[in-house]
């Protein structure tokens, strides 16, 4: 069965192009514009992984996994940023609420799907 992916981030260029990178790999996909949208759309499916953006409007990323990981059932979904953020501070806020993993934009489609593989348990 193939594993579910969420991508958050508000650019939908963004978004198609990770989404067809996942898709290429055997993964099935739910995208969100923002946090908000994100916690909309955790309505008890199982979610394997989701990749975020930091910078979203409505809802942050980092704002999103803090209250990801406060769902029973989301709490150890793994969540990778994807993010044009390299700030260490920033960096640092993210593993404190729970992130898993840190990818700065412009990604290569193979370190991403390297992180994804690393996260997803078989």
Known sequence: MAKTI???DDSPS???????TLKGAGYDVIEACDGK???SKLD???INLIISDVNM????G?????EIKQMAQYKFTPIIMLTTES?????QAGKEAGVK???VKPFKPDQMLNAVSKLIMP
């Not at 409007?57 to 942050?60: F, L």
């Not at 980092?62 to 803090?66: A, E, T």
């Not at 700030?87 to 960096?91: E, R």
């Open 87 to 91: 700030d260490d501070g920033k960096k």
């Open 6 to 8: 969420m991508i958050v």
């Open 14 to 20: 963004l978004r198609q192009v990770v989404n067809i």
């Open 37 to 39: 949208d994100a916690i």
């Open 44 to 46: 008890g499916k199982k």
């Open 101 to 103: 993993a840190w990818v």
């Open 62 to 66: 980092i704002d999103m996994v803090k």
């Open 57 to 60: 409007p409505v809802m942050s």
